[in-house]
Nanobody
Framework: QVQLVESGGGLVQAGGSLRLSCAAS????????MAWFRQVPGKEREFAAA????????DYADYVKGRFTISRDNTMNALYLEMNNLNPEDTAVYYC?????????????????WGQGTQVTVSS
């Protein structure tokens, strides 16, 4: 059974940092591309960052470049998102996602597996 479990969300002040984690199980993690998406109530889920299965190739949405860093540990079946210089517009539920061969595809429908999400709230 495929499971993606996010953690690390919470409340932080503007300018602060958070590190999200995603624990994966039930599939061969090291051959899957992984990504973080986020969603605000009433809006579509949007792409934030992705990392290819080989780990060295990354893609970021323009709004997170220079602030967020995606990484993975294939020995631990874990995905991470380091978020710095957070602002209130980053408030959202953040989701971990997995797919094969589509790391640069920013369309949510292209991603096969999803976690339940973790809430990130940034206060001004």
């Amino acid at each position: 059974q495929v499971q993606l479990v996010e953690s690390g969300g919470g409340l932080v002040q503007a300018g602060g940092s958070l590190r999200l984690s995603c624990a994966a199980s039930g599939f061969t993690f090291n051959i899957y591309d992984m990504a973080w998406f986020r969603q605000v109530p009433g809006k579509e889920r949007e792409f934030a960052a992705a990392i290819a299965w080989i780990g060295g190739v990354r893609d970021y949405a323009d709004y997170v470049k220079g602030r967020f860093t995606i990484s993975r540990d294939n020995t631990m079946n874990a995905l991470y998102l380091e978020m710095n210089n957070l602002n209130p517009e980053d408030t959202a539920v953040y989701y971990c996602a997995a797919t094969r061969g589509r790391y640069s595809d920013q369309t949510p429908l292209s991603w096969s597996y999803w976690g339940q999400g973790t809430q990130v709230t940034v206060s001004s």
